[in-house]
Structures are given as structure tokens and as C-alpha cells.
């Protein structure tokens, strides 16, 4: 690009992807794509419970059922919560700027903000932050998606 200065026209291009690379995280770009592969990992267990239409059907075995005390089903449901609950610590773990980082860099890969305006992004994370961040995020459906975005667009 051209700019003109003065007299003189001097050349300078800057690639967006050199921008990108003043960006300086409290959490490295490995701790938010893991974060999101947690994301990923919550949302196909819980897509993955309501198959078919048949969410909330129970089938009982009524040979079976009064002589059986198992639980295999439940021990099952456990371990996948325990995915969702220790994605929530994590989450709840972060402090302020680090929180406020995932945040905008969520709102990046939705859409929401353009990779140069992160520093905007960030303060405005701060400035609406009345809740808990680890219910906001896992409030949204494609959280994996939108963090995987994000760092896309923001060259990490």
C-alpha cells in the first residue's frame, strides 16, 4: 500500500499476520485450543445422549429389573458430566485478563469483533463481566468452533 507522505510516496506493507503476532496472551494459543477440544468433547457427548428424537425415554427390563441393582447407565452419565465439570474449573480457574481473553477471542471467531480490534474486545469482555465466564461459555452451542476461529483469524 502507498501512503503518501508529504512529497514522497513510501511503500509499506503490512500483512495483517504481522499484526497479529503483537498480540500477547496470559494464555498461550495450546491452553485455548485445548480448551476447545474440551468444548468439542462436552458437546458430542451431550449431542450424542439425545439421538433419534428418543431424548428422555427410559426402557426397563421388567424380568431383569427386580433382581438387578445396577447402575451402569448412571456410572456412564458421570463420566461424561465429569467432562463438563472439569472443563467449568478450568474455565473458573482463569483470572480477569485471561478470562476476558477467551472471551474475545470467542466473539472473534463468532463474528462479533474483527481480529484487529482484540485489544477493543478484551477491555469489553472486562466491562460486561457481571457473571461466572465458565455458564457464558458453555452457554454457547459452538464454543469449540468459535474459539478454533478466533485463533484462526487472529493468526495463533
Do not use: C
Amino acid at each position: 500500500m502507498a501512503i503518501a507522505n508529504g512529497q514522497k510516496w513510501i511503500d509499506k506493507e503490512v500483512s495483517f499476520s504481522e499484526a497479529a503476532m503483537d498480540i500477547d496472551l496470559s494464555l498461550s494459543a495450546d491452553t485455548v485450543r485445548m480448551l476447545a477440544q474440551k468444548a468439542r468433547a462436552v458437546a458430542e457427548t451431550s449431542a450424542d445422549t439425545f439421538e433419534d428424537g428418543h431424548e428422555g425415554d427410559v426402557e426397563f427390563d421388567a424380568d431383569t429389573l427386580e433382581e438387578a441393582h445396577g447402575h451402569d447407565g448412571l456410572a456412564e452419565e458421570e463420566s461424561d458430566n465429569l467432562s463438563d465439570e472439569e472443563l467449568r474449573e478450568l474455565l473458573e480457574d482463569l483470572n480477569v485478563d485471561e478470562a476476558a481473553e477467551l472471551v474475545a477471542i470467542t466473539w472473534i471467531g463468532r463474528g462479533d469483533f474483527e481480529a484487529e480490534d482484540f485489544s477493543q474486545a478484551v477491555q469489553e469482555a472486562k466491562d460486561r463481566a457481571v457473571g461466572s465466564t465458565a455458564s457464558y461459555l458453555l452457554g454457547m452451542p459452538m464454543l469449540a468452533d468459535h474459539l478454533e476461529a478466533g485463533l484462526d483469524s487472529l493468526s495463533l
